[in-house]
């Protein structure tokens, strides 16, 4: 198990076919709202299937077979962590090269997002910028995320 969080589990995993290494978050079902407005994690869902950006975490299959009772998320293993652990494990801060591209890998994540898909991330913190193998930035978390559209940019915001 990789972690828990507010609405289930996020385990490691190995593909079958590819043999690659993947996150399966388990979401209860249970832990979803039924009544009233948009849970966040079906949200975050429904963002993550249009986005396809190098920076932004990507969902490769939702699997919700309505027998069981959890919905899995099959997304990219990003095992370097987060950037808060990154900043809480460096006794005088982070290198300064190091940030530099930390905030360029950033910005073309936002700029995607803000641009190209019309969201807004809305919960951009060291939290929810995971590392990758590589240890390239990758935004996660979009739980909190907003459409908008271009003649209603009063919703944009970080």
Do not use: W
Not at 4 to 28: L, N, T
Not at 60 to 74: A, G, R, T, W, Y
Not at 135 to 142: A, N, Q, R
């Amino acid at each position: 198990m990789l972690g828990v969080g507010q609405y289930g589990k996020v385990y490691k995993a190995e593909d079958q076919q590819s043999f690659e290494i993947r996150a399966i978050k388990a979401i209860e079902r249970k832990r979803l709202k039924r009544i009233g407005g948009e849970d966040p994690k079906v949200h975050e869902i429904q963002v993550l299937k249009k986005m396809c950006h190098r920076h932004v975490v990507r969902l490769h299959e939702v699997i919700d077979d309505p027998q069981n009772s959890k919905i899995f998320l099959v997304m990219d293993y990003l095992p370097g962590g987060t950037i808060a652990d990154k900043i809480a494990a460096s006794e005088n801060g982070l290198d300064l090269v190091l940030v530099k591209k930390y905030f360029r890998q950033l910005v073309s994540a936002l700029h995607y997002c803000d641009e190209v898909v019309n969201i807004s991330h809305r919960d951009v913190k060291p939290e929810n910028m995971l590392l990758d193998r590589d240890g390239d930035l990758i935004l996660c978390d979009f739980g909190v995320s907003q459409f908008f559209n271009s003649e209603n940019d009063i919703l944009k915001g970080t």
